[in-house]
């Protein structure tokens, strides 16, 4: 099968809806992510990036965010929340010739760390990418956060090795990137790992949590 760059569109699942990652949606994208915890962790390059205020915040996504890619903002489904934008995730780097692709650019609401969200969100961005013929998603994260790593690994996917000094940080430190990966051949078995995650929450809407101090 020859990989093909699928079209931005919303994709439906039980408790999250992927919408195409807009300029309107950033005012409901930073409430939801600007915060020191979840930037802590090396998003957007670590806490010495997190924006200062709304002006600052919209200038930092316009340049973050692969904009041409396939960014999407997360959104609630059914519940107490339905409809609100709880993060984002982005398939990126996406290389038809190689039929490779890149899962990342996530960061979530800290409210919804823990719950099936991130879980179902990968569950509609794997499967997009494996049905549009690519044979590789990468997945990586800074070698320090030990909880996203955890994530990772919980998705089913498997650990390449850790490419050292790999990004430059905002406050100008390098960091080491765990690198890990999921193949074609593998998809059915982490497919039906996923499901049956997301099977274990039916008929339980997602509700917001009260982040750890």
């Given at each position: 099968m020859t990989a093909t760059?699928?079209?931005p569109a919303s994709l439906l699942g039980t408790h999250v809806r992927l919408d195409p990652l807009r300029p309107e949606h950033l005012p409901a994208l930073r409430a939801a992510i600007a915060h020191p915890s979840v930037f802590a962790g090396g998003f957007g390059g670590g806490a010495s990036g997190l924006p200062a205020d709304a002006d600052a915040f919209d200038a930092w996504a316009r340049g973050y965010f692969r904009w041409d890619d396939?960014?999407?903002a997360v959104i609630l489904v059914g519940g107490?929340?339905?409809g609100e934008l709880v993060g984002t995730t982005s398939l990126t780097e996406l290389d038809v010739r190689r039929e490779r692709a890149h899962l990342?650019?996530?960061a979530?609401?800290?409210r919804v760390w823990g719950t099936v969200v991130n879980?179902?969100?990968?569950?509609?961005l794997l499967g997009l990418a494996f049905d549009s013929?690519?044979?590789r998603v990468k997945l990586q994260a800074d070698a320090r956060n030990a909880r996203s790593r955890a994530a990772i690994l919980k998705l089913g996917a498997t650990l390449e090795g850790v490419c050292r000094r790999d990004q430059r940080r905002a406050d100008g430190t390098w960091r080491d990137a765990a690198i890990h990966s999921i193949l074609a051949d593998e998809w059915p078995a982490v497919r039906a790992g996923l499901d049956a995650r997301i099977a274990a929450h039916e008929g339980r809407p997602v509700l917001f949590r009260?982040?750890?101090s």
């Open positions: 760059v699928p079209a396939l960014p999407t107490p929340h339905d990342g650019w996530t979530y609401d800290p879980a179902e969100a990968k569950r509609l013929g690519f044979g009260t982040p750890a």
